[in-house]
């Protein structure tokens, strides 16, 4: 694999730099200035590389998703069993340590706040999240087979669903009364839960 290339380069910054203004700013403040302090970069090569503040969301949007699965796959390469793989996808989400970003989850609670104001940003979030739960959906059943689980399929889908819904409402809470939560609780917690469903 070839070394990207400096016009790829600086988009990454450029993203990165959205992000790093969103932790501290929100998206609504986090101005081309903001972005391109940040980046390490000029507002002038912001607008060379991006039309608009959209444009990098959108970018990042897909990075974080990126980023994320990445994350997952390294998870679960040692992972054998279904239940490994399950934890594995527990422990990519929310386990501190190897790959967590503070900022990257930051950032994705402020993307999920705009998924509600715009369009644009709803339909790439509900893509993701529709991508999330279509994994853990094919997870979970191999896991609950492994185990005899005797859950329908609905069942499967709406345990799923709360496993996201807990998975989002942790990064709430990262991003926003860290001081509240207790240190590497959440992967823990998750895991005796959905054990409890066998």
Known sequence: MGRPSNKEERRQQITHGLMQAMALHGYDKASIQLIAKAAGLTPGLIHYHFKTKQAILVELINNLDSQAQSRLQSYTETANSAE??????????????DGADENAVSAWVTISAEAIRQIEVRVLYQDIVAKNQTQLIGLLSDYLNAKNGKLKNIEIKELASLILATIEGCFQLATTAKDLMPRNFAAKTLKAMVGSYC
């Open 84 to 97: 490994d793989k399950l934890n594995a996808y527990i422990d990519a989400a929310l386990a501190l340590g």
